[in-house]
């Protein structure tokens, strides 16, 4: 079965480095996302991407964050300029459509534990 | 608005029991309400999911109901085994109009099934 697969699966970082979370989303779907949660939090919606642009940021998602297609497997989320409160596993998802309906399911990857030193 | 709350925070059943897992929303746009399961080290994976436009929804020993006035659903998980053990998030999304909606997760119920 078609999987989302995010790498690395832990990152361990200083603060104030940059850092590359990679995914490579299912590869028939268009519609890419990145969620974050902090430890022993709820998951948060960081960024949508579809058609080789944002669809939609929640407030999280500062100028310290991009993300990017590279090429046609690749998604990849960097953070700038990394602070400690940006510690938490980030999760990459996908999906074939981008509303609610059955066909639109998204599909997590295991995630990148990120530590920020 | 945009929250989803989610109770209780954990859950302890024996097997053959029923879990029970409730959530509120807000957002009178949200329309379409998934549930996820996530076991330690993995991500969320899609369980079930319901529209308003039915008040239940059951595959195989999981059941969604759902409440449209009171703004309110849950999981009913019947004869709970070992294996159900995990962590398990609602979610709400908008879901029409064909652009990719985000998923609003609630804080997620750690659910122990015990032998």
């Known amino acids: 079965e078609p999987e989302v697969t995010q790498t690395p699966s832990h990152q361990v970082t200083q603060m104030g480095q940059e850092v590359i979370l990679r995914c490579v989303p299912i590869s028939n779907h268009l519609y890419f996302y990145w969620y974050r949660q902090i430890l022993g939090q709820k998951v948060e919606f960081l960024v949508s991407f579809y058609n080789n642009e944002i669809s939609e940021k929640s407030e999280i998602f500062d100028d310290q964050f991009s993300v990017e297609r590279p090429d046609g497997s690749n998604f990849t989320l960097k953070i700038r300029s990394t602070k400690l409160e940006d510690s938490a596993m980030y999760f990459c998802?996908?999906?074939?459509?981008?509303?609610?309906?059955?066909?639109?399911?998204?599909?997590f990857g295991p995630g990148t534990r990120l530590t920020v030193l | 608005q945009q929250q989803v709350k989610q109770s209780p925070q954990s859950l302890i059943v024996q097997k053959g029991g029923i879990s029970i897992i409730n959530c509120a929303y807000e957002?009178?746009?949200?329309?379409?309400f998934p549930w996820y399961q996530q076991f330690p080290g993995k991500g969320p994976a899609l369980l079930i999911a319901i529209r308003p436009d039915v008040s239940e929804k059951k595959e195989g020993r999981f059941t969604i109901s759902f409440n449209k006035s009171a703004k309110q659903f849950s999981l009913h998980i019947m004869d709970s085994q070992p294996g159900d053990s995990a962590t398990y998030f609602c979610a709400a999304s908008r879901g029409s109009g064909g652009s990719n909606y985000k998923l609003t997760f609630g804080k997620g119920t750690l659910l122990t099934v015990n032998p």
């Open positions: 998802a996908s999906s074939t459509g981008g509303g609610g309906g059955s066909t639109d399911t998204q599909y």
């Open positions: 957002n009178t746009a949200f329309d379409y």
